[in-house]
C-alpha cells in the first residue's frame, strides 16, 4: 500500500478576491509545500479553485486543515481524500494553471467553474479533466 495520499478539493472565492492575492497564496503556498514534501495543482478562474495536494497523508492533512479555513475562499467541498499510487505533479510545488487566460480558445476549460459552483458535484466530471491535466492535454498550461 503506498503511503502518498491526495486531497482534491473545490471551492469559491470569496466577493472581494483580487487576482493579486493568487499571487500570494502560490508564494506561501510554494514555500511551505517545499517544506512538507508536498506537490500539486491549484486551478483558478477568479471565481472558483479546484486545488489537488499530493504527499503524505499528515502532510497533506495538516496544510488542508489551513487551507479550507483560510477566509479567502469558501464552499470549500473535498471531491476525494485517499491513498495514491504516485505523484501526478512532482515537478509543482504547487502548480498553478490561471484558466481565464486560456479558457477562451482551449475548448473544455469553460467547465471548471461551473463544476466548482454547482451544488450536485460531479465527480466524474473533476476527475477527468483533473486527468486532462495530469497527463493530457492540458498539461502543457500548468506553470
Ligand atoms: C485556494 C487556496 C489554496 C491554498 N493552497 C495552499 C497550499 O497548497 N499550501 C499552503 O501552505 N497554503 C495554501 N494556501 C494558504 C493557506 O490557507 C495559508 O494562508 C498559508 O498556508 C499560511 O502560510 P504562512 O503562515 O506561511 O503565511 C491556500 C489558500 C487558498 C485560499
Partial sequence: MSDLFEIVYVSQANED???GELFKILEAARRNNTRKGITGLLLSDGMSFLQIL???EGAVDTTFNR???DKRHRNVTVVRRGPIESRAFSEWAMGSVQLERFKDHVPGLKQISEIAAREDLD???VRSLITDF???RFRQYVE
Fill in 17 to 19: 478576491f483580487l487576482p
Fill in 67 to 69: 487551507i479550507r479555513t
Fill in 134 to 136: 495530469q497527463r493530457g
Fill in 54 to 56: 499530493e504527499g503524505s
Fill in 123 to 125: 465527480f466524474e466530471r
